[in-house]
């Protein structure tokens, strides 16, 4: 019988891809999970999606969790940190919101039989930064998460899933200047600093694709999305070179940035390999025949050009 994924997160941006992927591939049952499935997003997805069942979930509600993972073989999980309760708990000093939820994530699943959880995490920039960088906490969750879904490993497979840095920030860190109309891409690290790029919305469920067709390869290991290392300013290049627009790259302070957590994680990606181990993306993921959006790509897919701005 063909298997039942339980998508957690479906009109996101990471649980979309998924269920693109999925569901263009024809091999899988496709139950996607949201707050609220009379939302306009959740409407969009049955209409996009013929076949694919809605179905109400709150991360927050270890019931709603059960019911909606009841008959699956595979959830994907993902949690988000920046959301307005997580936040709100967190500035309230409770710095585990985001792995409780994951954990209730896990919990469910196991209760209700999953055989196998893809889970969207991130590496812990304390232990990669050697306890410099410690109040990631986005990572830092996210990364509790999987290592308490890889202590199930006896209950329920675990897979983890790494992605970079997304593509799609870039769109949200430009304005047009105001002296003579070129778009402005505003970032605090150097222009030639490296980053690990992802169109998590084009290549996100790729990879959790494989993951799925490729079960033991895979078990119980972080398998990253990202395309490969690139300039902080490549993207502002690729987008000129796309849109014919004329944009630059603008360095900005740490200062600019909203919260300790953010300057930590721009601090620690400009320092550290978060990818450690794996030095030419493109050639490792040639070799398993998922091809990933470049740069370039990536804006001529978007049809953004900064007009609007």
């Given amino acids: 019988m ?6 957690v997160g479906a009109t996101g941006l990471q649980g979309g891809s998924v269920v693109k992927v999925l569901h263009a591939s024809g091999k899988y049952r496709i139950r996607a999970l949201t ?18 069942e809605i179905v109400r979930a709150d991360l927050d509600s270890p019931e709603s969790l059960r019911q909606a993972f009841r008959g699956a073989d595979i959830v994907f999980g993902v949690t988000q940190f920046f959301q307005k309760d997580i936040l709100e708990k967190v500035e309230n000093g409770d710095t585990d919101a985001e ?22 995490s991130l590496p812990s920039m304390n232990r ?63 222009p030639s600093d490296k ?9 996100f469920g790729k990879v959790v694709a494989y993951i799925l067709e490729h079960p033991e390869e895979c078990l119980g290991k972080p398998t990253a999305v990202c395309t490969g290392y ?6 502002v290049k690729a987008f000129t070179e796309v849109t014919g627009t004329p944009a630059r790259y603008v360095q900005i302070p ?13 601090k620690g990606l400009r320092e550290f390999n978060i990818f450690d181990g794996i030095t030419d993306f493109a050639e490792y993921y040639e070799k398993k025949g998922v091809r990933l959006t470049t740069p370039a790509e990536f804006w001529r897919n978007s049809g953004w050009t900064g007009l609007t701005e």
């Avoid at 792995?99 to 969207?120: N, P």
């Avoid at 497979?157 to 430009?174: D, E, F, K, T």
Wanted: aromatic share 8%; charged share 25%.
């Fill in 2 to 7: 063909t298997q039942l994924v339980a998508v």
């Fill in 35 to 52: 707050r609220n499935p009379e939302s306009s997003s959740a409407k969009s997805l049955e209409q996009k999606y013929p076949g694919i």
């Fill in 99 to 120: 792995f409780t939820q994951g954990k209730a994530i896990i919990d469910a699943a196991i209760d209700e039989g999953v055989q196998s959880m893809v889970l969207s």
């Fill in 128 to 190: 990669i930064s050697c306890g410099k960088y410690t109040k990631v906490l986005h990572f830092e969750g996210k990364h509790k998460v999987e290592e308490y879904l890889l202590s199930k490993g006896d209950e329920i497979r675990g897979y983890p899933v790494h992605a970079g840095s997304y593509m799609q920030n870039y769109i949200g860190l430009s304005r047009r200047s105001a002296e003579d109309n070129a778009v402005e891409f505003s970032f605090v690290l150097d």
């Fill in 195 to 203: 980053l690990p790029l992802t169109d998590v919305e084009s290549d």
């Fill in 230 to 235: 690139f300039e902080a300013q490549d993207m």
């Fill in 254 to 266: 740490y200062e600019c940035m909203c919260s300790e957590n953010l300057t930590q994680m721009a």
